[in-house]
């Protein structure tokens, strides 16, 4: 299969919704990372998506709408909470799970009787799915594992040969995955950390809850509310090793473990190791979120086997950044606050 590279042009959008409309898979961008998409509606289309990154058929994908009022084709039931929050941060990074109607299939929701919703605020994924005239079920456009695409250049490395056409619509801003939420208790719980943060939520919800698989590593024989907790995910094919610490102490600890043709993840330039070749990803959570997933196919492009990475700091969009980068380590976190 040719993979067509497209631009926005609305000539291309209505060639990709033709695809789309007929059973087809096409890449489109959003605000979060890239996305594979197809009619969440029709069982052979999303089998197609799941064909296409080797991905576990129990992972639910997204549900993606463009007007409010889709959701009550998606949803059974949607919390009045849900209806506040969608107010406030749609469109935009914001996952709702709510129970599902039955014309989604349980190919799409990964066998389960719920259902993530979201509204994204890319104007080329907005106006594809209104061209289309259904939602659109869309996971992220990478290869199973893989860390996710915030280009369309970086989608075609994964995808090329794979699906009939890539929707280029730039940089992705966010740069990480959408926050993920279920509700409980009359407030919510964040599953997944992304762009709309717990801060922001608490601003709506009276409750907010981060679930404890955010952080850590899920417990053996332990069952994750969130599917995707428990996959391998975002990986470099280097060993990253996430470091704990000030600039010194980073600098210390990699001086004295480093191999030559090991690498650094660091925030700046001035936090180089003399010696160590070294990749930056911003110093700001923004701008961490914004650089992270490229920064690491960029380790793979040159061969790192070996990467120390400074550990960001966990405020706001922060937590997204760090439970990626904790996960892209395999939680291989080395703690030096806690050693010294
Ligand atoms: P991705 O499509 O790669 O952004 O991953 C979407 C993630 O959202 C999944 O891996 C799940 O962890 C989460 N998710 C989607 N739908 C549900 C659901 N119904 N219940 C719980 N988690 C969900
Ligand atoms: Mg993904």
């Not at 087809?24 to 990154?53: C, H, M, Q, R, S």
């Not at 998606?74 to 406030?88: G, H, M, R, V, Y």
Request: hydrophobic share 40%; aromatic share 6%.
């Amino acid at each position: 299969m040719l993979t067509k590279m497209l631009d926005c042009s609305r000539g291309n959008l209505c060639e990709a919704a033709e695809i789309i409309r007929s059973g087809g898979v096409v890449a489109v961008p959003t605000e979060t990372v890239y996305g594979l998409a197809a009619n969440a509606f029709d069982k052979n289309a999303v089998k197609k998506i799941f064909e296409a990154k080797g991905r576990p058929s129990d992972n639910p994908l997204i549900v993606h709408i463009a007007d409010y009022g889709q959701i009550s084709e998606i949803a059974s039931e949607i919390p009045t909470l849900a209806e506040k929050l969608a107010e406030a941060f749609w469109p935009g990074p914001l996952t709702m799970i709510m129970p599902k109607s039955k014309r989604i299939p349980y190919i799409t929701s990964g066998g389960l009787d719920t259902v993530g919703i979201r509204m994204p605020s890319h104007f080329a994924a907005r106006e594809l799915i209104r061209l289309c005239g259904v939602p659109l079920a869309a996971p992220s456009a990478n290869l199973s594992g893989s860390p996710s695409p915030t280009s369309a250049k970086r989608v075609f490395e994964d995808m090329n040969g794979r699906i009939p056409a890539i929707i280029d619509g730039g940089e992705s801003d966010v740069g990480v995955e959408s926050t993920v939420i279920s509700f409980e208790d009359g407030g919510v719980r964040i599953l997944r950390p992304g762009g709309i943060t717990e801060e922001m939520l608490l601003t709506v919800s009276p409750k907010v809850t981060v679930d404890a698989g955010v952080t850590a590593m899920l417990a053996e024989g332990a069952v994750a509310r969130s599917p995707g907790m428990k996959y391998k995910h975002y990986a470099p094919k280097a060993n990253v090793m996430l470091i704990k610490g000030s600039c010194e102490a980073f600098k210390e600890y990699v001086q004295n473990n480093a191999a030559p043709g090991d690498y650094c993840l660091v925030f700046e330039d001035s936090e180089a190791v003399q010696g160590l070749k070294y990749l930056t990803y911003g110093s700001t959570p923004d701008e961490q979120a914004h650089r992270l997933f490229e920064a690491l196919r960029q380790l793979d492009e040159k061969g790192a086997k070996r990467v120390f990475a400074r550990c960001p700091d966990v405020s706001g969009v922060g937590l997204a950044v760090y439970n990626r980068i904790l996960r892209a380590s395999g939680f291989c976190l080395i703690d030096l606050e806690v050693s010294e």
